[in-house]
């Protein structure tokens, strides 16, 4: 039996299942390794991947345990042996890859940013989206100024990035899609040129016409199975698509593969917390030098949608499962 000193309040999954398998329960307290630092968490985001993961149908990397969460902000409590970025009292911000449903993490110093003049809420809602937002966009897409780009389910935090990093880029038209005209305004507001409501509208057929039958440039995709012939005829020549969700089903059936050869298309897939600590290090200074100035200066816009105390961690879900929110949601852990 663990000592009370030892352990801490974490959400925990009783089992596999829906949201209210969730409960506020106890766990092992971290302690950081060599590298690592100790931090007590004030804040944590809510992403689709904690759905998937709660129940047991994510496949999760070696270095994540049990509890869920990626994405957190608070104050550093403790460090490692070798680690010299943070002392105890830097308020910070990071993303893990587990863990963050929890009163205290422990996670590498090479993923964690100072939070300067960030609140908690919003410092803990920014990387998830934000680092696969840049990689699906500047990485993968390799968007030049002039061409034409399309985001699918982009009134959410990823979406939400995507369109002002391919504003940023000097993007022509940055065409969206989404499930309903509140939506599509938001995605106007933050810098969307096309948008598309993929209930009432084929996209292909939007982005067809308004391209004069070229196509896009680049694609950012998370629906997979359910838009990919469609995503296939919507790309121009050496068009490129980056894949990173599944949210509409993971196989696709006949489906004319045929234009990606004569198209020349590039397609890639990623989930950004399958990814090496040295890659997401490097994403992390990237981030750090291109994105997080103008999020600080509020060039580049932000949303939170709701702000959830960590009792309510079912509610939270619920809402993430019905999709009826626009940018992220968090929720806030208490002693």
């Not at 663990?2 to 596999?16: F, N």
């Not at 002392?87 to 090479?110: N, S, W």
């Not at 964690?112 to 934000?130: I, K, P």
């Not at 089903?249 to 050869?261: D, F, H, S, T």
Request: a negative charge; hydrophobic letters at 40%; one cysteine or more.
């Amino acid at each position: 039996m663990s000592s009370s000193s030892t352990l801490m309040r974490a959400i925990l999954v009783k089992q596999p299942g829906g949201a209210d398998q969730l409960y506020l329960g106890q766990a092992e307290k971290p302690e950081p390794k060599c590298n690592e630092i100790l931090v007590k968490i004030h804040c944590f985001a809510l992403n689709r991947m904690d759905i998937v993961q709660r129940e047991g149908h994510y496949p999760l990397p070696p270095e994540a345990g049990p509890i869920l969460g990626v994405e957190f902000a608070g104050v550093v409590v403790g460090t490692g042996a070798n680690a010299q970025r943070f002392k105890p009292g830097d308020r910070v911000f990071g993303l893990a890859y587990g863990g963050a449903y929890a009163q205290f993490i422990a996670v590498d110093e090479g993923s964690v940013h100072l939070l300067g003049s960030l609140t908690m809420e919003m410092g803990s809602s920014l990387l998830e989206c934000w680092y696969t937002a840049y990689q699906a966009v500047t990485l993968i897409g390799d968007l030049k100024a002039g061409e034409d780009i399309l985001i699918h389910a982009a009134s959410g935090g990823v979406g939400t990035a995507a369109i002002q990093l391919a504003k940023n880029a000097g993007a022509r038209r940055i065409f969206v899609t989404a499930g309903s005209p509140e939506k599509l305004e938001y995605c106007r507001r933050v810098g969307a040129t096309h948008p598309i409501n993929y209930r009432e509208q084929s996209f292909k057929e939007v982005v067809l016409q308004e391209t004069n039958g070229r196509g896009v440039d680049v694609i950012c995709d998370y629906l997979l199975a359910s838009y990919f012939g469609d995503n296939v005829d919507s790309l121009a020549k050496d068009g490129r698509m980056s894949l990173q969700g599944a949210m509409g089903g993971p196989v696709a059936e006949q489906v004319n593969l045929l234009p990606i050869l004569f198209k020349r298309l590039r397609i890639e897939g990623s989930t950004l917390r399958s990814r090496s600590l040295e890659y997401q290090s490097k994403l992390s200074e990237a981030f750090d030098r291109n994105v997080l100035p103008d999020i600080e200066s509020g060039k580049l816009l932000w949303h939170i949608d709701r702000v959830f105390g960590w009792e309510d961690i079912q509610e939270a879900h619920r809402l993430m499962e019905a999709a009826s929110f626009t940018g992220k949601i968090v929720v806030r852990v208490t002693d």
